[in-house]
């Protein structure tokens, strides 16, 4: 089944302790990008990565790191989470960034840091 | 301005009827516009796409795209509960590239 895979789906953890969330997709997608999803805010773009060792910024990369070492694999790392990182974080997939590719998103990730 | 505008909601609409959704954006160079849907607590996903100016018809979604004023729609007819949802626009291309830049979505309540 064509997915894409976020883990943990829940997290609570502690200001400053460093913590990654994982995602990975099985549908040889080359485009990946994670977002954060706020109350009244909407989805924003954290970063996103054309292809292998691709990275770029999105709207808010501020207080976290990325890396895309294989295809399938695109973990957002947060170095020392601050409480104002508490969010809802999706991981998306899609062939390609741009002209008409659909995104394919994980089952998101509900981080809250205390 | 935002890149990407849309009524918060909620549109509240008997079951039946037609919900109609609007967004605007600001990037003249976008090529692609997506709508997804989001139900409470769910991610995102495709329910349509519109790259030509005009009228895109899917099932009971229609999708409409006015390039010269930087407007797109979304309209759902026979609206069903299984409807209430949020709905998302997403421009892409233009001078955001790749970044795939969504709105905030309005929320719509069907009502039996």
């Known amino acids: 089944e064509a997915q894409v895979t976020q883990n943990p789906r829940y997290l609570i953890t502690v200001t400053g302790k460093k913590l990654t969330v994982t995602c990975s997709q099985n549908m040889n997608h080359e485009y990946m990008s994670w977002y954060r999803q706020d109350p009244g805010l909407g989805l924003r773009q954290i970063y996103y990565?054309?292809?292998?060792?691709?990275?770029d910024k999105g709207d808010v990369p501020e207080g976290y790191k990325v890396s895309r070492k294989e295809k399938r694999n695109f973990p957002l790392i947060l170095e020392s989470p601050s409480p104002n990182q508490t969010s809802l974080y999706f991981c998306?997939?899609?062939?390609?960034?741009?002209?008409?590719?659909?995104?394919?998103f994980g089952q998101g990730t509900r981080l809250t840091v205390v | 301005q935002k890149e990407v505008e849309q009524n918060s909601g909620p549109l509240s609409v008997p079951e039946g009827a037609i919900a109609s959704l609007n967004c605007t954006y600001s990037?003249?160079?976008?090529?692609?516009f997506f709508w997804y849907r989001q139900y409470s607590g769910k991610s995102p996903e495709l329910i349509m796409f519109?790259?030509?100016?005009g009228d895109k018809e899917d099932g009971r979604f229609t999708a409409q795209l006015n390039k010269a004023s930087q407007y797109v729609s979304l309209l759902i007819r026979d609206s069903q509960p299984s409807d209430s949802a949020t709905y998302l626009c997403?421009?892409?291309?233009?001078?955001?590239?790749?970044?795939?830049?969504f709105g905030g979505g309005t929320r719509v309540l069907v009502k039996p």
């Open positions: 990565s054309m292809n292998v060792e691709v990275t």
């Open positions: 998306a997939s899609s062939l390609q960034g741009g002209y008409v590719a659909e995104a394919f």
């Open positions: 990037d003249r160079g976008s090529q692609s």
């Open positions: 997403a421009p892409e291309g233009g001078a955001a590239g790749n970044k795939l830049t």
């Open positions: 519109i790259y030509s100016n």
